[in-house]
């Protein structure tokens, strides 16, 4: 399976690190997971399709046996994770972020980060809605949820909107 470019670019601009711990929301297929991996992260993704996390799973199997993945299939909302355990979140169009109010989520992610963890909330270049509605209700979203540093990246692979827990 190829990489999409909004994947890859949405791997690249979290950077994970060998050793860091990343969340990823909404692996689908696993493609990110697996980049995710290969660069020595340590990565836990979460879906509420059982059919996306199988998915993940299966084309996984291979950092799952060497510990480098855990997959979960639960609702964002509804996750309990240790908090600052994370070094870094991120998932790639997930609508939940903007198509209402993800004020539980992002109490999930808040907690979850460790001071100065990054979250990336990424989309594709194209879709039916123009990129200023996306970002506009993500990035304020994200600055009444506490984040800081809220940046609006608009580029040819992809839109994000990045911050950090302080």
Known sequence: MSVPERVAWAVDLLD??????????????????????????RLLAVDRSAVAAQRTLRRNAAHVAAGLLEVRTAELAA??????EFDGAFSVNVNVFWTRSPA??????????????????CFGPAGPQPPERITTAVG??????????VVVRVEPAGLAVSARRP
């Not at 050793?19 to 692996?27: H, K, M, S, W």
């Not at 109490?107 to 990054?118: C, I, K, N, Q, T």
């Not at 304020?140 to 540093?149: I, K, N, Q, Y």
Request: proline share 8%.
């Open 104 to 121: 539980a989520e992002l109490a999930v992610l808040h907690s979850a980060l460790r001071s100065g963890g990054r979250l990336h909330v």
């Open 16 to 41: 994970p690190r060998p050793g860091e711990r990343v969340l990823e929301i909404g692996p689908g297929p696993g493609v990110a997971a697996d980049l995710v991996c290969r660069r020595g992260a």
């Open 140 to 149: 304020g979203a994200l600055r009444a949820a506490g984040f800081a540093d």
């Open 79 to 84: 996750l309990d994770l240790p908090t600052g």
